[in-house]
């Protein structure tokens, strides 16, 4: 299947309910296979596909169908996320869960339409104002990505704020043999959504507390959510049994490439491991500083200008030297392998 084919076939087969939408390129196809799959009604969870004017519109559809319980997403690329910022603030501090599939292109600005990795930052460090924070997962294959979906949306139900899977065009667009394992529709519990009229007890879903005790309170609950969700921290460690020469960094498409240059480095005689996150937050820095202990040198290879580096950083206190590539350009293998030096 294709990446994007893959992704709206698990939304659907994890018990997706409404889809919102503005198309941007390189996150359309998700929207358009999702369409397809509506129109032939096989799901009967899936009741809502709406094409919204603008991002705007999706982040605050997908606000209201989170705070009523419904399982909910969108498929954007950096300026949507960009646009979609306040109201993910809104949902965050509402704890309403929603899941966004961030379909990374070149940026800052209209930048173009080639796969980067540059919106790791914004959504790792505060992807709106006021603090807010998000789940954010990375997948390297398309039978990852299809898994992250469902995941995603457990996660977001689990810990009630939204989520956020960051790929990429090659990721998307790409064919590759998938593996699906087909279980039942995902069944959160919601007691806690606001349903309306009906003849359960309603609830406020809310993010406006005038009185600054009443936001500290809900704040601090908000960090202690935050630290009990860094047990679900995912990595993969690959060649990480013993001393290392090499220790790689990496995520999404560039791990591809560096798993690849780890093995080719394998086979002539040099000790190289990778280190790939799978959630980018939280992120599973206690598992890394462990790994790099046992190795000489420590490398991040990603589309963009060293921003995993900086995570690392902040996480470990660890400082890798940092291989970046910027403007839509997919990493080399023979840099990347010249890198362990």
């Not at 198309?23 to 359309?28: A, K, L, R, V």
């Not at 009967?44 to 559809?61: A, D, H, K, L, Y």
């Amino acid at each position: 299947m294709q990446g994007a084919e893959a992704i709206a076939f698990a939304a659907a087969e994890s018990g997706l309910e409404a889809y919102f939408g503005y198309p941007i390129t390189p996150s359309s196809e998700i929207m358009e296979n999702l369409a397809a799959i509506y129109e032939k009604g096989k799901y009967g969870n899936f009741r809502v596909f709406f094409q919204t004017s603008s991002e705007i519109e999706s982040i605050n559809m997908l606000f209201g169908a989170g705070a009523s319980g419904h399982i909910a997403m969108t498929a954007t690329s950096g300026p949507g996320l960009s646009l979609m910022a306040e109201g993910i603030s809104y949902s965050f501090l509402s704890q309403v869960p929603f899941l966004i599939i961030d379909v990374n292109r070149g940026g800052p600005g209209l930048g173009n339409v080639e796969p980067e990795q540059s919106d790791l930052s914004f959504v790792y460090w505060s992807l709106g104002h006021g603090g807010t924070r998000v789940i954010a997962m990375s997948p390297f294959t398309v039978s990852e990505a299809m898994t992250l979906v469902k995941k995603g949306f457990e996660l977001a139900f689990k810990y009630r704020m939204p989520a956020v899977m960051l790929t990429d065009g090659v990721i998307v667009h790409m064919y590759e043999n998938i593996s699906w394992k087909t279980s039942e529709p995902l069944r959160p519990e919601v007691s806690w959504s606001a349903r309306g009229r009906g003849n359960g007890p309603r609830h406020e879903i809310n993010s406006i507390y005038l009185e600054p005790k009443d936001l500290r309170a809900v704040k601090g609950d908000l960090l202690k959510k935050l630290e009990a969700l860094k047990k679900e921290a995912a990595y993969e460690c690959y060649y990480c049994d013993g001393p290392l020469d090499a220790l790689y960094i990496s995520y999404g498409i560039s791990a591809r490439i560096a798993l690849d240059a780890v093995r080719d480095l394998r086979r002539s005689g040099i000790r190289a491991g990778l280190f790939r996150p799978i959630t980018i937050y939280p992120f599973a820095g206690e598992a890394l500083a462990n790994v790099a202990k046992m190795a000489k040198k420590l490398v991040t290879v990603e589309m963009n200008e060293g921003q995993m580096a900086k995570i690392i950083k902040a996480e470990t206190g660890l400082e890798p030297e940092g291989l970046g590539y910027l403007g839509g350009e997919v990493p080399r293998l023979e840099e990347v392998m010249e890198a362990w030096r």
